[in-house]
């Protein structure tokens, strides 16, 4: 199997910031921000390249690199503008009992850093009752 390293790449300071700021922001590491924004970012050619890649380097059934591609592609929304999500959430919330927040993250498909700061703001509008 392929090692998931990678030769490290420098940007600009500013460019780090910003990443480090939004990836505080969307609940994400470093790591994955980059890597999806890259993705999102290249041409439908390249990603096409990238996905026939992986299913010769995994063979046909792959690593699930289909499922990652789609999702990159898709431009999977941030959970604040997803309403099945935020609905899932407050369904979620007022069961009982009520399933913790990493659990809840767990269902909805999201980072649980993701769902937590998004639980703190409904709590804090009082969409949710705490």
């Known amino acids: 199997m392929p090692s998931t390293r990678y030769t490290r790449i420098e ?9 480090e700021a939004e990836a505080v922001l969307q609940g994400k590491t470093l790591k994955k921000l980059a890597s999806d924004l890259i993705l999102k970012s ?3 050619k390249a990603l096409r390249f990238v996905q026939q890649s992986s299913k010769s380097l995994y063979g046909d059934e792959g690593d699930g ?3 990652v591609a789609h999702e990159i592609g898709g431009h999977r929304s941030r959970i ?3 309403a099945e999500a935020i609905q899932q959430i407050k369904d979620l ?5 009520r399933p913790s927040q990493r659990e809840i993250a767990r269902i909805i ?3 649980a850093s993701s769902t937590k700061y998004q639980i703190k703001n409904m709590l804090e509008k009082g969409e949710l009752e705490g």
């Open 42 to 44: 290249i041409s439908a």
């Open 65 to 67: 690199q289909e499922e």
């Open 93 to 97: 919330w007022s069961q009982v009992p």
């Open 109 to 111: 498909d999201y980072p």
């Open 11 to 19: 940007i600009t300071q500013e460019a780090y910031m910003g990443l």
């Open 80 to 82: 604040s503008e997803n």
